[in-house]
């Protein structure tokens, strides 16, 4: 059974930065794609950064040149650094592993950036 698991959030004032980590395990298999994904209260989910083997990361337009996806492949770990943090990213985020077409979600994280 595959099992995702974050880590990393938590309270941050506005401009400052966290990282987010989240592991996937249970399988021998590698996930062909993992993403980051956010949910604000009263607003759908929506997908903030992917990161897919042997293609360039990408990334939601409100976070371009803030964000940063990364893997360790080794690991079967995945990253986000959020940097200059805003108000608006507050959220649950969400880290999901693609193992091509069979998903699986971690039971996410709170993101809040208040002062």
């Not at 604000?40 to 950064?49: N, S």
């Not at 897919?52 to 690991?75: L, Q």
């Not at 805003?86 to 998903?103: F, I, L, M, Q, W």
Request: proline share 4%; aromatic share 10%; net charge positive.
């Amino acid at each position: 059974q595959v099992q995702v698991v974050e880590s990393g959030g938590g309270l941050v004032q506005p401009g400052g930065s966290l990282r987010l980590s989240c592991a996937a395990s249970g399988t021998i298999f590698r996930p062909n794609a993992m993403g980051w994904y956010r949910q604000a209260p009263g607003k759908q989910r929506e997908l903030v950064a992917s990161s897919t083997s042997g293609g360039s990361p990408t990334y939601v337009d409100s976070v371009k040149g803030r964000f940063t996806i990364s893997r360790d492949n080794a690991r079967n770990t995945v990253y986000l650094q959020m940097n200059s943090l805003k108000p608006e990213d507050t959220a649950v985020y969400y880290c999901n592993a693609d193992y091509h077409g069979s998903r699986y979600w971690g039971q996410g994280t709170q993101v809040t950036v208040s002062s």
